[in-house]
Each structure stands twice: as structure tokens, then as C-alpha cells.
């Protein structure tokens, strides 16, 4: 049985929680990593109720954001 299913190029495993996103990012709270992964500012995926990232992705935006010298 096939199921297409659009993944990112980008998207890598295992998928890190907003708590796994917290310690990435130098402890920045798991509840603010939650708010921008619903508004869009951080890549993210829903799994059922739960909210992931991928650190790939995560990184990715992170150095973007450098290199412009603005936030996320």
C-alpha cells in the first residue's frame, strides 16, 4: 500500500519537541517555541495534538535570521 505524502526535502528524523527546540536553541521557553511553530515563524508539523520541528529546519531558519540581523 502507497500513500503519497508531501514531505519536505529538508525535513529530518528523528523530529525534535518544543522542549528538544528549547535546549537547540540555548533555552529559549519550550511555550515561546510552541506560539511561533503555530504562527509560522519557526518551521513546524503537526502529528496528531502534537506540535514538531525538525532540528534541520530549525537550524536553517536560525542562520537565515543571522545572516539578515533580525529576528525570528
Not at 500500500?1 to 540555548?26: H, I, K, R, Y
Not at 511555550?31 to 515563524?41: A, D, S, W
Not at 519557526?42 to 536560525?62: A, K
Request: proline share 8%; hydrophobic share 35%; net charge positive.
Amino acid at each position: 500500500m502507497s500513500t503519497d505524502v508531501n514531505m519536505p526535502d529538508d525535513l529530518d528524523f528523528p523530529l525534535l519537541d518544543a522542549e528538544q527546540v528549547s535546549e537547540l536553541l540555548g533555552g529559549v521557553p519550550p511555550k515561546t517555541i510552541r506560539n511561533m511553530g503555530r504562527e509560522g515563524r519557526l518551521p513546524s508539523v503537526v502529528i496528531g495534538r502534537r506540535r514538531m520541528y525538525s532540528r534541520r529546519q530549525i537550524e536553517r531558519v536560525v542562520a537565515e535570521a543571522a545572516r539578515r540581523g533580525r529576528p525570528i
